[in-house]
């Protein structure tokens, strides 16, 4: 059975910084990608980033490059998000989902992902 487990949310200021886990076990994604995605009240699911397992090919949404960095640690099948001067707007619960396989044209649809975590909330503060 493929579990995702996401750790590392919290509360944080405005400028401040947090560091997103995620643990996959069950299978790993070496021929797949892993991604992170947020959704806010009352929003829809959206990306964030996403990495190719294989090839570490990285992809951001708009709003979160140059302040978001996506990792990935093959030998422990982990999945990281490194979020620096974080916003008000980033207030979300983040998601750790994974794709069997690489579908570069659809890494930024939900739907697309195969598997997903619970989820870990991420609240900044104004």
């Known amino acids: 059975q493929v579990q995702l487990v996401e750790s590392g949310g919290g509360l944080v200021q405005a400028g401040g910084s947090l560091r997103l886990s995620c643990a996959a076990s069950?299978?790993?994604?070496?021929?797949?990608?892993m991604g992170w995605f947020r959704q806010a009240p009352a929003k829809e699911r959206e990306f964030v980033a996403a990495?190719?397992?294989?090839?570490?090919?990285?992809y951001y949404t708009d709003s979160v490059k140059g302040r978001f960095t996506i990792s990935r640690d093959s030998a422990k099948n982990t999945l990281t998000l490194q979020m620096n001067s974080l916003k008000p707007e980033d207030t979300a619960i983040y998601y750790c989902?994974?794709?069997?396989?690489?579908?570069?044209?659809?890494?930024?649809?939900?739907?697309?992902?195969?598997?997903w975590g619970q989820g870990t909330q991420v609240t900044v503060s104004s």
């Open positions: 990495i190719t397992w294989s090839a570490g090919n990285i």
């Open positions: 989902a994974a794709m069997r396989v690489v579908l570069t044209t659809r890494l930024q649809i939900p739907q697309a992902y195969d598997y």
């Open positions: 069950g299978r790993t994604f070496s021929g797949g990608t």
